[in-house]
């Protein structure tokens, strides 16, 4: 009972995110161009992860946590005003960047910290280049002050500090780079590794 409600959820949150010519997420800006390209082409690839157990457990870790969020703004223990799961996006001449942030508080005297959680089953190399750069790039498309990054894993909770942002110019270098994959593990673990033809092993 409990498991079907879980693929259900994932299954309508990867059916609402209907890929747009022109409009790019903040995740399509920080990994391999080419999956923007295959989720286009091969849709039924992607559905198949919401059957992820991984993903689904990162899902549930992500709920738990925003809840915990709010339980602290609501008790004091956090100063400010709570906005979970925050949508924006902005625009680069004829490209629209969307995103969407775990969290945004935002204090009394108008500074907006960002939380973006992350779960792993490994505690090795945190922060990861990807996601300091998926949060530099929130700080610039929420205008954030700055933002915690926050790993759960078995071995150690973790949180850094983002202060730094992207630029509109490195915004535009990331959507105008060909490198394929972006970064050197990153056909290990994709979904399209088993018809593409720029895998590197
Ligand atoms: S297999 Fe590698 S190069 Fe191909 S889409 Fe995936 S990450 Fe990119």
Known sequence: MIQEYLYKLKLDDIKKHVRVENEYYVTDLVRCPLKREYEVKYPELILRQAYDPVLLMGDIVHMGLESFIEKLVKEGYIKGKAHIEVEGSKKLGDIVIKGRIDAIIEREDGERIGIEIKSSRRDIGLPHQHHVLQVKIYNWLFDLNKSILIYLTP???????????????????????????????????????????????
């Open 155 to 201: 071995d150690r909770i973790v949180e850094y500090t983002i202060s730094e942002r992207v630029g509109e110019d490195e915004v535009m270098e990331l959507l105008k780079s060909t490198s394929t994959p972006r970064w050197d593990w990153e056909c290990q673990y994709c979904i399209f590794s088993i018809l593409c033809p720029k895998k590197k092993s």
